[in-house]
């Protein structure tokens, strides 16, 4: 049961346009989500978060947005430079305990591969 | 402040053999992950320990894997026995202590190769 979904494998932009990364969820008990940075070889880099109380959360060129209603989250990156391609992970922890106030593990989408030409 | 550390980054064994990837994680960080990355899929999940305590482990295969995070040291993460289909990238990520939402920094990753 995939609970995160990242639908598009692959996305290619060129350098000072924006990219859009998609991400879709089935989990409605989900109420915070990360976007990660994954370089080939290395560990995922955290990026950004957001709470499912807020739509939306900017950290310089990197926007997240949140759509509760249609259980969807997108990753603005603006302007895209050729340093950004790598793989794009959604991720959304899951309460330790029903109603409990710490979390746990990480469920996360298939990646998609952003590549950012010059 | 060091970031998490694994290793080896690079294990390669026989089938059969035993294999241990170790995880440290942040300064100040108790909670511990692991996670494994198949070629060509997202990462999963395995296990969650805390400080001599295993939180989930849900994720983790019921037979050949173990995984301990003692009051000293790294955590461990043991795969008994090894087979072909252990070969991934096994990653260690931590967050620190205390209730609420904490975001989980990853380390480098242990690349296992089974021969």
């Known amino acids: 049961d995939q609970q995160v979904k990242q639908n598009s494998p692959s996305l290619s932009v060129q350098e000072g346009r924006i990219s859009i990364l998609n991400c879709d969820y089935t989990n409605s008990m989900f109420d915070y989500f990360l976007w990660y940075k994954k370089y080939p070889a290395e560990g995922p880099t955290f990026l950004i978060s957001?709470?499912?109380?807020?739509d939306k959360n900017e950290d310089g060129r990197f926007t997240v947005f949140l759509n509760k209603s249609a259980k969807h989250l997108s990753l603005h990156i603006v302007p895209s430079q050729p340093g950004d391609s790598a793989v794009y992970f959604c991720?959304?922890?899951?309460?330790?305990?029903?109603?409990?106030?710490?979390?746990?593990?990480?469920?996360f989408g298939q990646g998609t591969i952003l590549t950012v030409h010059p | 402040n060091a970031g998490v550390m694994q290793n080896p980054r690079h294990l390669v064994r026989r089938r059969g053999q035993e294999a241990r990837l170790r995880c440290s994680p942040m300064k100040g960080h108790s909670h511990v992950y692991w996670y494994r990355q198949l070629p060509e899929e997202g990462l999963k999940f395995m296990v969650y320990?805390?400080?001599?305590?295993?939180?989930?482990e849900s994720g983790m295969p019921k037979e050949r894997f173990s995984a301990e995070f003692p009051k000293e040291g790294p955590s461990i993460l043991r795969i008994q026995q090894v087979v072909r289909g252990d070969s991934a990238a096994y990653f260690c990520?931590?967050?620190?202590?205390?209730?609420?939402?904490?975001?989980?920094?990853f380390g480098p990753g242990t690349r296992l190769t089974v021969t």
């Open positions: 991720a959304a922890p899951l309460r330790e305990n029903a109603g409990g106030t710490s979390y746990g593990k990480l469920t």
């Open positions: 957001i709470s499912s109380i807020k």
């Open positions: 320990l805390q400080k001599e305590n295993i939180i989930d």
């Open positions: 990520a931590s967050s620190p202590t205390g209730t609420g939402f904490h975001e989980q920094y």
